[in-house]
């Protein structure tokens, strides 16, 4: 079973929409099957009745709608880098011809507020800044309120977000935290297969949008954006995977895979209770880690809810990663410099806290042997 930050284990019944007969993307079901997602994109990015902004699907990974997001803002962009897919965000707007400001903040921590303040007071005005919300590689959750609270002081940039493996597994409240372009992939916290992505808009970055000279073909977000809201898409979409996007949201909202006494929830409750079972998997796998003296990456303040990334101190992690697999559970190993050096679950999606029980309870005795076997030598 994958426990991996991503692709995370997908339930059979979503297998089974991936199975479904192909269809038109022209046609009257194609139209039906986008009308079914969305009453519930607006949950998933935290969204109030009245929002002005915008949802939308295309048929690429989070890395296209990241690119994407670049297309619409002016050129001179300041991003925060604190792990591999920040850095990634940071490179590709490089790669675009960007004018490209960097604040380096240690891996296992988020930016300081203020420090964010002191360059864009200092070094702007840009026209964008670019935050990964999660950080994969580290297990890094920077907090989106405080970074808001700044932004709200530059209302000329943009805030653009990746939330790769943070929506469905925390808030997003993407008005509320003055976010103007967000996206993900739907193989973290949606718990689907990887191929296609999901993105949100403000007005104000659809209005920066438009009014930039070139924004490509496939990955124009005005095309994308606009398309969704017409019930269209650009081109030939994943069919399959809006099936299964389709069925996951509507089994979200409804409750159904939440814990039995809690199935009775619909809507933005439901979705706030799913939000709750991450943290509460995330404290639990944080306190079995302190019972075998292992510490978290991350620092206090910045621990993910969906993708826990702990320092192996003296564990051999390549041994343990195949114990466990040794015993049907897949765990990854540190992401690029911190291979070797930590190791990460992904406790996030449907996976739920009796399954996460069994995992710990399989890492204890692959623990136990290595140390013997550590003691023999």
Same mark, same amino acid.
């Given at each position: 079973?994958?426990?991996?930050?991503?692709?995370?284990?997908?339930?059979?019944?979503?297998?089974?929409?991936?199975?479904?007969?192909?269809?038109?993307?022209?046609?009257? *079901?194609?139209?039906?099957?986008?009308?079914?997602?969305?009453?519930?994109?607006?949950?998933?990015? #935290?969204?109030?009745?009245?929002?002005?902004?915008?949802?939308?699907?295309?048929?690429?990974?989070?890395?296209?709608?990241?690119?994407?997001?670049?297309? #619409?803002?002016?050129?001179?962009?300041?991003?925060?880098?604190?792990?591999?897919?920040?850095?990634?965000?940071?490179?590709?707007?490089?790669?675009?011809?960007?004018?490209?400001?960097?604040?380096?903040?240690?891996?296992?921590?988020?930016?300081?507020?203020?420090?964010?303040?002191? $360059?864009?007071?200092?070094?702007?005005?840009?026209?964008?800044?670019?935050?990964?919300?999660?950080?994969?590689?580290?297990? $890094?959750?920077?907090?989106?309120?405080?970074?808001?609270?700044?932004?709200?002081?530059?209302?000329?940039?943009?805030?653009?977000?990746?939330?790769?493996?943070?929506?469905?597994?925390?808030?997003?409240?993407?008005?509320?935290?003055?976010?103007?372009?967000?996206?993900?992939?739907?193989?973290?916290?949606?718990?689907?297969?990887?191929?296609?992505?999901?993105?949100?808009?403000?007005?104000?970055?659809?209005?920066?949008?438009?009014?930039?000279?070139?924004?490509?073909?496939?990955?124009?977000?005005?095309?994308? $954006?606009?398309?969704?809201?017409?019930?269209?898409?650009?081109?030939?979409?994943?069919?399959?995977?809006?099936?299964?996007?389709?069925?996951?949201?509507?089994?979200?909202?409804?409750?159904?895979?939440?814990?039995?006494?809690?199935?009775?929830?619909?809507?933005?409750?439901?979705?706030?209770?799913?939000?709750?079972?991450?943290?509460?998997?995330?404290?639990?796998?944080?306190?079995?880690?302190?019972?075998?003296?292992?510490?978290?990456?991350?620092?206090?303040?910045?621990?993910?809810?969906?993708?826990?990334?702990? *320092?192996?101190?003296?564990?051999?992690? #390549?041994?343990?990663?195949?114990?466990?697999?040794?015993?049907?559970?897949?765990?990854?190993?540190?992401?690029?410099?911190?291979?070797?050096?930590?190791?990460?679950?992904?406790?996030?999606?449907?996976?739920?806290?009796?399954?996460?029980?069994?995992?710990?309870?399989?890492?204890?005795? $692959?623990?136990?042997?290595?140390?013997?076997?550590?003691?023999? *030598?």
């Amino acid at each position: 079973m994958l426990w991996i930050p991503g692709p995370t284990e997908v339930r059979p019944e979503l297998l089974a929409e991936c199975g479904r007969p192909a269809i038109g993307h022209r046609s009257p *079901a194609m139209r039906e099957l986008i009308e079914r997602l969305d009453p519930h994109l607006p949950l998933a990015f #935290g969204l109030g009745a009245d929002s002005k902004t915008a949802c939308a699907v295309h048929s690429v990974s989070a890395s296209g709608l990241m690119e994407a997001s670049l297309h #619409g803002v002016g050129p001179r962009v300041l991003s925060v880098v604190n792990g591999a897919f920040s850095k990634r965000f940071r490179d590709m707007g490089r790669l675009m011809g960007k004018e490209v400001t960097t604040i380096d903040v240690a891996w296992g921590s988020g930016v300081d507020p203020a420090e964010l303040d002191r $360059v864009l007071d200092q070094k702007g005005p840009f026209d964008a800044v670019t935050l990964v919300s999660n950080e994969t590689s580290t297990g $890094v959750c920077t907090p989106l309120g405080p970074s808001a609270e700044v932004l709200r002081k530059h209302p000329r940039t943009l805030l653009l977000v990746d939330l790769v493996s943070y929506i469905a597994g925390a808030p997003v409240d993407f008005d509320d935290h003055r976010i103007d372009f967000a996206f993900a992939g739907v193989q973290k916290a949606f718990a689907l297969p990887p191929g296609i992505a999901v993105c949100a808009a403000s007005e104000r970055y659809m209005q920066s949008a438009r009014q930039q000279a070139t924004r490509g073909w496939a990955l124009d977000p005005v095309r994308i $954006v606009e398309g969704h809201l017409q019930h269209k898409t650009p081109a030939t979409p994943c069919t399959p995977l809006y099936y299964a996007l389709a069925k996951q949201l509507e089994d979200i909202s409804s409750g159904a895979m939440l814990p039995e006494g809690e199935r009775g929830l619909s809507g933005a409750d439901a979705w706030q209770a799913r939000f709750a079972k991450h943290e509460r998997m995330r404290d639990r796998t944080l306190a079995w880690a302190a019972g075998h003296g292992l510490n978290p990456f991350p620092v206090e303040g910045f621990r993910s809810p969906t993708v826990s990334c702990i *320092a192996a101190g003296e564990l051999d992690v #390549g041994a343990f990663v195949a114990g466990l697999k040794e015993l049907g559970y897949e765990i990854s190993n540190g992401y690029g410099d911190l291979k070797g050096k930590t190791f990460r679950i992904g406790h996030m999606g449907d996976h739920d806290e009796a399954g996460l029980e069994a995992l710990l309870d399989a890492a204890d005795r $692959v623990i136990a042997r290595l140390g013997s076997v550590a003691a023999d *030598a």
